[in-house]
């Protein structure tokens, strides 16, 4: 995961240290996306009567972590957004191949800002979170781009996938 570590990381190595050991904890070993569910009737290009219903948008979000998982391999790291945040567990809860996501809450801002930085990209509404994700240069999309992708079947071409190199950071 350290392989795609950024140069100036906006956290120590002991605050890396401790997302890392939650990301152990919670059994994810490898690449991963960093999936922060939000209401999608704010999005645009989103069908409002669609996607209005509580329940269809968390089908849809347990579908993308489905479908990122099918087609890119990588694993999903569910986290609450700032703000208008869907539970997390009910995500978990309706998708299909719940062996490779978790769910880590209660993130202090340091621990997040280190999962953004060692992700392959990151999925949500929340606006702070896309902001910091574009600062770190992260691939990241909003949930209207990543259902442009579904539609097209290309969500693989969303998340590249690093090559695994030396370990720059010490954490």
């Not at 998982?69 to 719940?98: F, I, N, P, S, Y």
Request: a negative charge; charged letters at 20%; hydrophobic letters at 45%.
């Amino acid at each position: 995961m350290l392989a795609n570590l950024r140069q100036l990381a906006p956290c120590t190595p002991a605050e890396m240290a401790s997302a890392l050991r939650r990301l152990h904890q919670a059994g994810i070993r490898r690449g991963f996306v960093l999936v922060a569910p939000t209401a999608l009737p704010r999005e645009p290009l989103m069908d409002l009567a669609e996607y209005g219903d509580p329940g269809r948008e968390l089908h849809w979000w347990s579908g993308l972590c489905d479908l990122i998982q099918e087609q890119t391999g990588l694993g999903v790291v569910l986290v609450d957004a700032a703000h208008a945040g869907l539970e997390l567990a009910r995500v978990l809860d309706g998708a299909r191949l719940q062996k490779r996501i978790a769910v880590l809450e209660d993130l202090t801002r340091a621990e997040r800002s280190a999962l953004l930085d060692i992700s392959r990209g990151v999925c949500t509404g929340d606006r702070g979170l896309l902001i910091e994700a574009r600062v770190l240069e992260a691939p990241n999309y909003e949930p209207w781009e990543a259902h442009a992708a579904i539609l097209g079947e290309v969500v693989h071409d969303l998340f590249p996938i690093a090559a695994s190199g030396a370990l720059p950071a010490s954490a």
